[in-house]
Structures are given as structure tokens and as C-alpha cells.
């Protein structure tokens, strides 16, 4: 019986809400301008990562290295890149050593 009468108001109140949400203009505007915002967060971010990117794979194809003299013959080692361009950078050495490409 109480299972019952649970389901009953569970069922109303379901009713009442969405019909009253989707009737009401405020909460239409409300989703609209929720909608735009988050479009408009989600490309800033995509273009952004695309930068990110772009920027992260043209270091790693120049080749380029924070200390010129470093890496030298004879010189010390040069550091390995650190955040995101290090990343990129050891993901494609590791996938040129997997497919036979050479790479230390």
C-alpha cells in the first residue's frame, strides 16, 4: 500500500513539474541562456586545446630546446621539455620506437 500511494505522488509531482517547467517562458530563457553559455565555453575550449596543441607539436617537430648550448656534443644533456610540449614530444618518440622508427 505504501509502495503504492509513493508511486501515485511520485507520478504527480513528476506531472506537475515538467508540464509547469516546459509551459514556463522563464525557465525557457533560462535554458536558452544556458545552452549559449555552455556552446560558447565549449569552443573557447576546444580552440584553445587546438592552440595548445598546435603550439606543442611545432616544438616538437623544430626540433627546438630551451638551452641552445645544451644537448651540444661534448655539452651536458639537454633537459627533457616539461608540461604539455614534454608530454607531446615523449608520446611521439615513444610511438616512432613502437613502430620502428628509430628514437632513443
Known amino acids: 500500500m ?3 500511494v509513493q508511486r501515485v505522488a511520485n507520478y504527480i509531482a513528476n506531472e506537475v513539474l515538467i508540464k509547469g517547467l516546459a ?3 522563464t525557465f525557457q530563457r533560462f535554458a ?11 569552443k573557447q575550449g576546444t580552440e584553445s586545446f587546438e592552440e595548445m596543441t598546435k603550439r606543442a607539436a611545432s616544438t616538437v617537430t623544430d626540433g627546438s630546446s630551451s638551452g641552445a648550448a645544451m644537448g651540444t656534443p661534448g655539452g651536458p644533456p639537454a633537459p627533457p621539455l616539461r608540461g604539455f610540449p614534454g608530454f607531446i614530444r615523449a608520446f611521439f618518440k ?11
Open 94 to 104: 615513444e610511438v616512432q620506437r613502437d613502430l620502428g622508427g628509430g628514437g632513443k
Open 2 to 4: 505504501n509502495q503504492f
Open 23 to 25: 509551459n514556463s517562458k
Open 32 to 42: 536558452l541562456r544556458t545552452d549559449h553559455s555552455l556552446q560558447q565555453v565549449k
